[in-house]
Structures are given as structure tokens and as C-alpha cells.
């Protein structure tokens, strides 16, 4: 059974630093992208960033420069550094990956909150 599983939320004043971490497991079946979507409250669910099995990625406008995403295939694990973080960055940050053969799968979400 395919788990995601995030960590490294929490709590920090704006102008902080968070590194959240998502392990994926329980398929031998190749990943080929995964990503990083955040739902504040009242908010659609929106992509922060993602990234290929080849390492291409992309960001949304409000996170270029302050965050930045990586992946280590093999341990078929994707990471976000944020930066700079914001009050308006508060959000559940979910982690995703699609799979080549089973689709997508998300993860269970893990809390940030900025304050000011």
C-alpha cells in the first residue's frame, strides 16, 4: 500500500526557515514527479512547487526565490527548503507524487503556520 508521509511543520515568525520532508513508500513502481500543493483555510488547494524525476522544476509566483524544491530518487523522497517564509504562508502543506503505473497519491498534510 503507497504511503506518503510528511514532515517538518510546525510553528516559526516570519522570516524563518522550514524544511518539510515527504517519504514515499510501499511500491516498486517508479515516481515520476512529485510536488508540493498547501490549503490555507477558506483557500483552495494550490501548488507551491514540483518537481520531475529528472529534476526539472517549477514554483508558483509567490514562492520563487524563497523556496526551493529537491528530490532524492532513491530514497524516493521530496524535500521543501522555505525561506523567507511569510504570514500568508500558513497553510497545510500537502506533499504528491504520481506515480508511473498507480497515479497519484497524496500525502496526509502537515501544518505551517508564520506568525508575524
Known amino acids: 500500500q503507497v504511503q506518503l508521509v510528511e514532515s517538518g511543520g510546525g510553528l516559526v515568525q516570519a522570516g524563518g526557515s522550514l524544511r518539510l520532508s515527504c517519504v514515499a513508500s510501499g511500491s516498486i513502481f517508479s515516481i515520476n514527479s512529485m510536488g508540493w500543493y498547501r490549503q490555507a483555510p477558506g483557500k483552495q488547494r494550490e501548488l507551491v512547487a514540483h518537481?520531475?524525476?529528472?529534476?526539472?522544476?517549477n514554483y508558483a509566483d509567490s514562492v520563487k526565490g524563497r523556496f526551493t524544491i529537491s528530490r532524492d530518487n532513491d530514497k524516493n523522497t521530496v524535500y521543501l527548503q522555505m525561506n523567507s517564509l511569510k504570514p500568508e504562508d500558513t497553510a497545510v502543506y500537502y506533499c504528491?507524487?504520481?506515480?508511473?503505473?498507480?497515479?497519484?497519491?497524496w500525502g496526509q498534510g502537515t501544518q505551517v503556520t508564520v506568525s508575524s
Open positions: 504528491r507524487a504520481l506515480y508511473s503505473v498507480l497515479g497519484n497519491y
Open positions: 518537481i520531475t524525476s529528472g529534476g526539472s522544476t
